[in-house]
Each structure stands twice: as C-alpha cells, then as structure tokens.
C-alpha cells in the first residue's frame, strides 16, 4: 500500500483559481504617503533551488508605532487610516512576490517584554502539507539583541531571518523552503 498525499491533501496549487480577490499587496491603503512606508520583494525557492510559482504569501504585522489594525489591540497608540497590517500576494511566473508596507515598531510579547521590530509571514505552496511559519526582522531593528525569538534562533541561521536593504526604502527577503538556493540557506521556519 502506498502512502502518497494527494492535491487534495496539500495547501496548494490552488491558490490561483478564483482566489484573486484576496490578493492585498498593499498593507497601507489610504496611509500611501506615511513615514516608514517600505518595500518588501523577494523570491520563493524549492529544494532544488527553482523558483515556487504557485506559492502564496501571507504578512501580518504592527504598524510603525506598534500598534495591529485589530480590534483586540486597544492600545493607545497611533493607527494610521487605511492601515490594514495584513497582506496576501500569490508568487508569479518567476517566485517573485512584493508588498508595500510601513516598517513596523516593537510589539510586546506574550510575557509582556518588547519584541524587536518584525513581520510575521505565512507561506502556503504545492506539497506542503501545512502552512509554514517564519518571520522578517531588519538588520538595524531596536532590541534585535533581546527578541526572545530571534535568540531562539541558532546564531548560524538567524540571517535567514533578516530582510536586506537593495536601495532606499526597498528590502529584499527570499524564502527558501528546503536546502540552499542562490547561496541562502533554508529559511528558519516555527512551529506554533
């Protein structure tokens, strides 16, 4: 007896068909000329290092201030209008995805201590069996030192981790699901 998952038992390639109307690549609708605004693009690479073309994106994040476009967030702290903090974009013929986005401030944890400036990602593909999760931290993020999850991380994989600047105002962050691929070592991803 064979044990192979069918496409009915992955997440995916289905996120193509008639899903179109999710696709959100701009997390700062009416905020369009806010301070922080940023670019995030990047590339999904499989095991062999080949771009994933029927891969789909997911960011989820605080705004500038810290603060989540979420009713359960009561802070008061500043909410820029059109703010939506969440994002989804499907990869297109090259892997490639790209959102426009604020560059986000510290949150607290769930012990209450901050966490260092970071977007949480979900990334949904063919033969995944379920979603994975990883996060984006920036190399010059206040309390990258003191993440607890960043230092959950071993110190040899935690690049995989950081969005890199290519110009002003645009970050470059590939995800790799296994292996290597253009010399990047597989993305660190959490089980939750």
Not at 78 to 100: I, N, Q
Not at 135 to 146: H, L, M, S, T, V
Not at 165 to 183: C, H, K, M, S
């Amino acid at each position: 007896m064979s044990l192979y998952a069918t496409g009915s038992q992955t997440v995916g390639p289905y996120l193509h068909i008639g899903l179109d109307w999710l696709n959100t690549p701009d997390l700062i609708g009416n905020a369009a000329n806010v301070d922080g605004k940023i670019v995030i693009e990047g590339c999904v690479f499989d095991g062999n290092g080949a771009p994933v073309t029927d891969a789909a994106v997911e960011l989820w994040q605080a705004n500038r201030h810290g603060r989540y476009a979420h009713p359960a967030d009561k802070r008061a702290l500043a909410l820029e209008p059109g703010f939506r903090g969440f994002g989804r974009m499907p990869t297109d013929a090259k892997g490639m995805f790209r959102f426009t986005t604020i560059k986000p401030g510290r949150v607290p944890g769930r012990d209450g201590t901050m966490q260092a400036p970071h977007i949480a990602v979900t990334v949904l593909a063919r033969g995944l069996l379920k979603h994975l999760v990883t996060r984006i931290y920036f190399p010059d993020g206040e309390g990258n030192a003191d993440d607890a999850v960043l230092n959950a991380v071993p110190p040899g994989r935690r690049d995989t981790l950081f969005a890199r600047p290519t110009r002003p105002g645009v970050f470059e962050w590939n995800i790799v699901l296994q292996g290597e691929a253009n010399g990047q070592g597989e993305t660190v991803f959490f089980d939750i």
